[in-house]
């Protein structure tokens, strides 16, 4: 029997994150992943991280993004300290390109950047032709993001396993959870093939995955995927800053890599990506950097962005269990909330007070639609 004070099930960066926070909070920590940590959406990811959030209409939402945005130097630094990895985490600002490219239209998203009193910088055309000798647009206008920042994923999930396990977080990883002990409301034992695990707290952390547990528990966790599949190429010369124009996207890497995302597709967790779209991603690109037009992809992916019908994550205690708790369905933006996110998950199962309200990340909402459904 594996015991420990909190048991993760799920070792992306929001388990990882969460572990991180425990067990420098003095709890011990197990994490048990059904393959190798860090290999699914936290590791395909773009890695983007905004300096707070415009397109959800929620406070608790925008204040989680600026709290996270804040958190990251920081981090970057601990983990560069504990593991001897440099997670690439940078300010190298966004442009942010209007959707249609001939017609002014960021005017409102510029006032909802400022609103929150974060940097940004309307560009005209003539700041647009002086931005980078290799980039290349129509468009009348646009804005820019000084305080956008970006982490280079892979690393950075590499970077918290290898933190963890220096402060003694367990690791189990290829752990196929194969049934789950209730007893009087609450998670007894988890068994796999190999181990039991016993947790006075248990966190769900299984992105994509994490409705699968409604049956277990007998209750609705609405997350379900989103593919997005990137293409990666190499630049002779990097241009500095990322750049966005709806929600396809443009990253580049210190090394000269650049990611060309994303798509937004409902396919379930199929994995097999079109070479079509390859092209298509390959064309947006070279749209905006024609140098891309002449390069060859060096990899392309696909990964499931965890998401919830109203689009906020969800944080908190799963209705009816005592013990246990999920941290998921962070969509578009898990990467950059993680550090946040593990934050409060830590902060709640510590019973310290959070400078966020949780209310609105609360699992009973979903809950709550259920019963009000049943009623009927
Ligand atoms: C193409 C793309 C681009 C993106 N770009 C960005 C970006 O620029 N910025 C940003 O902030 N976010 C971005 N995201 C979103 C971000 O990657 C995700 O929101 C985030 O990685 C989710 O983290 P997670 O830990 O919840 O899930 P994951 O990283 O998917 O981890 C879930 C873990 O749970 C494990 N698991 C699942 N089921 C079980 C089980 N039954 N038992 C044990 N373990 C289990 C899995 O093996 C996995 O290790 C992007 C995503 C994609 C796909």
């Given at each position: 029997m594996i015991t420990s004070d909190v048991l993760i099930i799920g070792g992306g960066a929001i388990g990882l994150t969460t572990a991180y926070e425990l067990i420098r909070r003095g709890h011990s920590v197990a994490v048990i992943d059904r393959q190798a940590v860090?290999?699914?959406?936290?590791?395909?990811?773009?890695?983007?991280?905004?300096?707070?959030?415009?397109?959800?209409?929620?406070?608790s939402y925008r204040k989680i993004a600026q709290l996270s945005s804040g958190l990251w130097a920081e981090l970057a630094e601990s983990l560069r300290a504990y593991s001897n990895i440099d997670i690439e985490?940078?300010?190298?600002?966004?442009?942010?390109?209007?959707?249609?490219?001939?017609?002014?239209?960021?005017?409102?998203?510029?006032?909802?950047?400022?609103?929150?009193k974060i940097p940004v910088k309307r560009l005209n055309r003539e700041d647009l032709n002086s931005f980078h000798p290799k980039f290349n647009s129509p468009a009348v206008e646009a804005y820019f993001l000084p305080t956008q920042a970006q982490v280079r994923n892979p690393r950075y999930v590499n970077a918290l396993k290898v933190t963890c396990e220096q402060l003694g977080v367990q690791f189990y990883q290829h752990e196929q959870i194969r049934e789950i002990k209730i007893q009087h409301g609450q998670v007894a034992d988890i068994l796999t093939d190999t181990e039991t695990f016993n947790a006075s707290q248990i966190v769900i952390a299984t992105g994509a995955w994490t409705s699968q547990f409604a049956d277990w528990f007998e209750v609705s966790i609405p997350v379900e995927p989103i593919r997005g599949q990137i293409v990666l190429v190499k630049l002779s010369e990097v241009f500095p800053s990322i750049i966005e124009r709806g929600k396809c996207y443009l990253v580049p890497r210190a090394d000269g890599r650049v990611l060309i995302g994303a798509t937004e597709e409902l396919v379930g967790f199929d994995r097999d990506c079109e070479a079509e779209t390859v092209k298509r991603l390959l064309a947006f690109g070279a749209e905006l950097i024609p140098e891309i037009g002449d390069l060859q992809v060096e990899k392309s992916w696909c990964g499931f962005r965890p998401v919830t019908p109203d689009h906020l994550p969800v944080i908190g205690f799963v209705p009816g269990y005592e013990n246990l708790l999920v941290n998921s369905g962070h969509y578009r933006a898990g990467l950059s909330l993680s550090p946040a996110s593990g934050l409060v998950m830590a902060q709640l199962i510590c019973g310290e007070t959070t400078e966020l309200n949780l209310e609105d990340f609360d699992p009973e909402r979903f809950h709550l639609e259920i019963s009000s459904n049943e009623m009927l």
């Open positions: 860090g290999c699914e959406s936290s590791w395909a990811g773009a890695g983007m991280i905004p300096p707070g959030e415009i397109h959800l209409e929620n406070s985490y940078r300010t190298c600002g966004a442009l942010v390109l209007p959707e249609d490219q001939k017609i002014a239209t960021t005017q409102s998203e510029v006032e909802l950047w400022q609103q929150q």
